[in-house]
């Protein structure tokens, strides 16, 4: 009698003990959701099941409980029924996604993958431009085929062209200079000096220029503010333009155009032979007719830009005793009148 009194009083206080170790031992050791209060009650139990379910039924007598999923984990101990099948789980047998990519390990095909990454259904990175930098953390996304980008997939620009590095054909561009698609260097004019950095684009073929893109006498007249020349003839005793100065009046033209932002005067000089009276008059029609050849060659020219000025036969730059210091005399001058706006747009 006593031993049957014994062995009840251990059914009814065996559970209740049970229950509180597995509680311990579930809350000591407890990761991820396991942790959670439902998955300790569900150990407990599963714990006091078993406990009842070994004193009670002989060994022989038992029965074995099935792994419905195939996780190796029995179906009366798996926290995780359904898992799919060749996932690696933990001893709970729920699955394990070490690189959290949201593929189980055991299905994951690419472990490893780096975090923030997007995955396939095998958990294989997605590349979608093909530049090397995962979907996910690819911060240029679209980038286009053949680019060098940084750690983020954005494009690099070394040379600052706007053609991206791998794309652009000529690296190493001056800073400034106009380029086309391939990231090469314009030069409208052909003297050698890229479109973007040239100062007198629209130089003829053959010219001779300086870093800038402009002849000797153009570099003078943006440095010094004033261009003068002998060359432009023009019928004696009148402001008819021989034909002969056309050229050389078109390269002047050509060079004004790209500075529509100076102030100009187009000053007439004389020699001293005949009146002062009417060498005054002859220097102020001879600066007019100037203007005027620039200002129907070039529509782009402003009249108001310029300003026309004669000076007479005053201050002569060579004798007026000899045929070579009179042609000398015989001259037009181009002056800058706000030379501080060219120094702005260097």
């Given at each position: 009698m ?12 065996a559970?209740?003990?049970v229950?509180?170790q ?5 809350k000591k050791g407890?990761k991820?959701k396991c ?5 300790c009650?569900?150990k407990?139990?599963m714990?006091?099941?078993?406990f009842?379910y070994?004193?009670t ?7 074995r ?10 179906d009366?101990?798996?926290m ?6 060749g996932a ?7 699955p394990?996604?070490?690189d ?13 993958t780096?975090k923030?990454a997007m995955?396939?259904r095998t958990g294989c990175?997605?590349d979608?431009?093909g ?9 240029c996304?679209?980038t ?5 980008v940084?750690?983020?997939?954005c494009?690099?620009?070394s040379?600052?062209d706007?053609?991206p590095d ?5 690296p190493d561009t001056?800073?400034g200079a106009?380029?086309d698609k391939?990231g090469?260097?314009?030069d409208s004019?052909g003297d050698?000096?890229?479109d973007?950095?040239?100062?007198c684009?629209?130089?003829?073929p053959?010219t001779t ?7 000797i006498?153009?570099?003078e007249?943006?440095?010094t503010g004033?261009f003068?020349?002998s060359?432009?003839?023009?019928e004696?005793g009148?402001?008819d ?14 060079s004004l155009v790209?500075?529509?932002e100076?102030r ?7 020699d001293?032979?005949?009146s002062t009276?009417?060498?005054q008059?002859l220097?102020?029609?001879?600066a007019a007719a100037?203007?005027?050849?620039l ?7 402003e ?5 026309t ?9 060579a ?14 001058q ?6 501080g706006?060219?120094k702005r747009?260097?």
């Amino acid at each position: 009698m006593r031993l049957v009194l014994t062995l009840l009083l251990v059914a009814l206080l065996a559970p209740a003990i049970v229950v509180d170790q597995a509680d311990a031992r579930c809350k000591k050791g407890c990761k991820g959701k396991c942790c959670e209060k439902k998955c300790c009650d569900k150990k407990g139990e599963m714990e006091t099941t078993e406990f009842i379910y070994d004193v009670t039924i002989p060994w022989p007598f038992r029965h074995r409980s099935g792994d419905e999923d195939g996780d190796g984990v029995p179906d009366d101990r798996d926290m995780c029924p359904g898992t799919p099948k060749g996932a690696i789980v933990d001893k709970q047998g729920c699955p394990m996604d070490t690189d959290g990519d949201g593929v189980y390990d055991g299905i994951d095909k690419c472990p490893g993958t780096p975090k923030g990454a997007m995955v396939d259904r095998t958990g294989c990175p997605l590349d979608t431009d093909g530049d090397g930098v995962y979907d996910g953390i690819d911060r240029c996304p679209q980038t286009p085929k053949g680019v060098i980008v940084d750690r983020y997939g954005c494009g690099l620009d070394s040379d600052d062209d706007g053609v991206p590095d791998g794309l652009d054909r000529c690296p190493d561009t001056p800073k400034g200079a106009k380029v086309d698609k391939h990231g090469c260097p314009l030069d409208s004019d052909g003297d050698g000096v890229p479109d973007g950095i040239d100062r007198c684009p629209n130089t003829p073929p053959g010219t001779t220029v300086d870093k800038y893109g402009c002849t000797i006498r153009e570099t003078e007249f943006l440095d010094t503010g004033i261009f003068t020349t002998s060359d432009i003839l023009f019928e004696i005793g009148k402001s008819d333009i021989k034909p002969d100065s056309y050229p050389l009046l078109d390269r002047i033209g050509g060079s004004l155009v790209q500075w529509p932002e100076l102030r100009i005067e187009i000053g007439g000089y004389t020699d001293s032979s005949g009146s002062t009276e009417l060498n005054q008059r002859l220097s102020e029609q001879r600066a007019a007719a100037v203007l005027d050849y620039l200002a129907k060659k070039f529509p782009e020219i402003e009249r108001s830009q310029f300003t026309t000025k004669g000076y007479g036969e005053n201050d002569p730059i060579a004798t007026n005793d000899t045929k070579e210091g009179r042609a000398k005399n015989r001259r037009v001058q181009f002056k800058i009148l706000n030379k501080g706006q060219l120094k702005r747009q260097k």
